[in-house]
């Protein structure tokens, strides 16, 4: 039986894997409630080596009716391209995207009101149809295409602005064979994966006792398609499934995990 606490996380340690810059605020939730909190990012977050060029280019924004920005990172590396200007019609994927814009002086026209992924951005009627309309669309290098397709075949003319890149990261000497250490004395209980690249290249980094540990861990995911994705790369145990990859839901899914344990 798991120990006893005022604090309802104690006695649980939580790996999270989000990349450094982005971390803070989900280890902080997890240790106010009594966590152990392990970190290993599994994907780097840095300037995409062509954003100057990219952001002189497009400085002036001729004629785009919409920018959407995909994510915070988008925000971080691309806000930019706004100028300061406050006319324009601006879409976000996520409430941590809209959050970063309106923190950064800019007023969001189109966001889902509820989710976080490019599925329930493409819901808003907004975005329905926009026949003829010039969309840009500020992201990173690579990942999902969907929105991408999705708003060319309803009618738009889609440019692609990548500002940042994701990259796989490289652990320091040692860190996976510690990581393995504590998992085999029982102190990692969840690994908290906030996107199916993140625990893709997670898994990759660990090769023999380390990946077996990983394959029968518990992970927490932000949507039932990367919960899929989870099971899907061999993980063998259910994945509890939070409602959004924002820090406090991705808190509540594991207390609710915490509460149905004998116990608890």
Not at 62 to 82: M, Q
Not at 186 to 194: D, F, Q, R
Request: proline fraction near 6%; charged fraction near 20%.
């Amino acid at each position: 039986m798991l120990p006893t606490s005022p604090l309802p996380l104690a006695g649980i340690g939580v790996l999270v894997t989000r990349p450094e810059q982005q971390a803070g605020g989900l280890c902080r939730l997890l240790e106010s409630q009594g966590a152990a909190v392990y970190r290993l990012p599994a994907m780097s977050i840095r300037e995409h080596p062509k954003r100057r060029e990219l952001l002189a280019r497009l400085k002036t924004l001729p004629g785009f009716d919409l920018i959407v920005f995909i994510s915070a990172n988008a925000v971080r590396y691309g806000a930019e391209i706004l100028a300061q200007r406050r006319d324009l019609a601006i879409a976000a994927v996520g409430p941590a995207t809209a959050r970063a814009l309106n923190q950064a002086g800019y007023r969001v026209s189109i966001a889902s009101s509820e989710g976080f992924d490019s599925e329930h951005l493409l819901a808003h009627p907004r975005l329905a149809s926009l026949h003829g309309q010039r969309v840009l669309l500020v992201k990173g290098s690579g990942g999902r295409d969907l929105l991408e397709q999705q708003l060319a075949q309803r009618g738009a003319q889609v440019e692609a602005a990548p500002v940042y890149e994701r990259r796989p990261a490289t652990p320091a000497p040692g860190t996976l064979l510690e990581l393995e250490r504590r998992f085999e004395a029982g102190e990692i209980h969840l690994i908290s994966a906030t996107s199916l690249e993140i625990a893709g290249n997670l898994l990759a980094l660990a090769q023999g006792a380390l990946r077996d540990q990983f394959e029968r861990a518990l992970w927490v995911a932000p949507s039932a398609r990367v919960a899929q994705g989870i099971a899907d790369l061999g993980v063998r145990q259910p994945v509890i499934q939070s409602r959004s990859a924002e820090d406090q839901e991705l808190l509540n899914a594991i207390l609710r995990w915490r509460s149905t344990l004998s116990g608890a």
